[in-house]
């Protein structure tokens, strides 16, 4: 088993800027796929980027260039800076760690982004 604990989520101008973070425990593999997804009320969650252990990356369209996915391998976490960011960026935004065996997903961390 492996739990996920993500912080930083909050209010936000639009314009402005966030940081996620998620600290994963308990079971942890060596090659593993940490990442953040996003559900928006009424919509399916999307991934927003995703990271390996081995340092590859991959990031939706949408935030290509506002968005920076990290991680600290020896504390198992990951991160995501979000800046200039959008009104339609308010979602729910989770954590999840991933290997071939299972997937685990954090609680949950909102972002809300308004004026």
């Known amino acids: 088993q492996v739990q996920l604990v993500e912080s930083g989520g909050g209010l936000v101008r639009p314009g402005g800027s966030l940081r996620l973070s998620c600290a994963a425990s308990g079971s942890i593999s060596s090659g593993n796929t940490m990442g953040w997804y996003r559900q928006a009320p009424g919509k399916p969650r999307e991934l927003v980027a995703r990271m390996s252990s081995g340092g590859t990356t991959n990031y939706a369209g949408f935030v290509k260039g506002r968005f920076t996915i990290s991680r600290d391998n020896l504390r198992n976490t990951v991160f995501l800076q979000m800046n200039s960011l959008k009104p339609e960026d308010t979602a729910v935004y989770y954590c999840?760690?991933?290997?071939?065996?299972?997937?685990?997903w954090g609680q949950g961390t909102q972002v809300t982004v308004s004026s």
């Open positions: 999840n760690y991933w290997v071939i065996q299972a997937s685990y």
